[in-house]
């Protein structure tokens, strides 16, 4: 089994910072690519951003040049530092990773699509 635990949500002003993390844990023999979504109160859920194994990264325009996602390859951990918040980006933020268990699993491209329970960023004065 593999889990996925965010951390790092809370309240922040307009034109704050964040940073939310997340630590995969479990059996796990790689991580194919991580990526951070996030769901609004009566919206649906939308993609933020995501990261590859070899660190492709890609954003949704609404936060391109503010946030920005990265990994820790070795700990098995993904961050989003979020900039200049505003508050249309109040949401409960989920991260999601696509783990190999097994080498087996790596090379026949068979990956688990885990989800973390989510952290609400609030942003409002």
């Known amino acids: 089994q593999v889990q996925l635990v965010e951390s790092g949500g809370g309240l922040v002003q307009p034109g704050g910072s964040l940073r939310l993390s997340c630590a995969a844990s479990?059996?796990?023999?790689?991580?194919?690519?991580m990526g951070w979504y996030r769901q609004a109160a009566g919206k649906q859920r939308e993609l933020v951003a995501t990261i590859s194994s070899g660190g492709t990264t890609s954003y949704a325009d609404s936060v391109k040049g503010r946030f920005t996602i990265s990994r820790d390859g070795a700990k098995n951990m993904g961050h989003l530092q979020m900039n200049s918040l505003k508050p249309d980006d109040t949401a409960v933020y989920y991260c999601?990773?696509?783990?190999?268990?097994?080498?087996?699993?790596?090379?026949?491209?068979?990956?688990?699509?885990?989800w973390g329970q989510g952290t609400l960023v609030t942003v409002s004065s």
């Open positions: 479990g059996t796990i023999f790689s991580i194919r690519a």
């Open positions: 999601n990773a696509q783990c190999y268990v097994t080498y087996a699993d790596y090379v026949n491209q068979r990956y688990l699509n885990t």
